[in-house]
Nanobody, 125 residues
Framework: HVQLVESGGGSVQAGGSLRLSCTASGATVISRCMGWFRQAPGKEREGVAS???????VYADFVKGRFAISQDNAKNTLYLQMGSLKPEDTATYYC????????????????????WGKGTQVTVS
């Protein structure tokens, strides 16, 4: 079983920056996908960004270059650097992970995530 714990959420003014972290523990696999999702009140959960074991990245269109996902495999830690934050970015942000479907899985579909963190709140005003 994989456990994911997010941190780094908080309140920030519009145009500001915030860095989220997600630390994974438990079983490790050679090929896997990790990603960030978010859910605003009254709205469906949506994918923000994903990254595979080789560091290949897929972003949601609404990120528009404002966010950057990265990972430190040695520390089993995933990051989301958020800049130019907007009020519409206000949401609970979740870290998620799943085994890769194939060795060359690009993790592009934002689906099938098996493990989830409890979330961290981001509020932009």
């Amino acid at each position: 079983h994989v456990q994911l714990v997010e941190s780094g959420g908080g309140s920030v003014q519009a145009g500001g920056s915030l860095r989220l972290s997600c630390t994974a523990s438990g079983a490790t696999v050679i090929s896997r996908c990790m990603g960030w999702f978010r859910q605003a009140p009254g709205k469906e959960r949506e994918g923000v960004a994903s990254i595979d074991s080789l560091g290949r990245i897929v972003y949601a269109d609404f990120v528009k270059g404002r966010f950057a996902i990265s990972q430190d495999n040695a520390k089993n830690t995933l990051y989301l650097q958020m800049g130019s934050l907007k009020p519409e970015d206000t949401a609970t942000y979740y870290c998620a992970a799943r085994p890769a479907y194939t060795p060359d899985d690009r993790c592009a579909d934002f689906d099938g995530m098996k493990y989830w963190g409890k979330g961290t709140q981001v509020t932009v005003s």
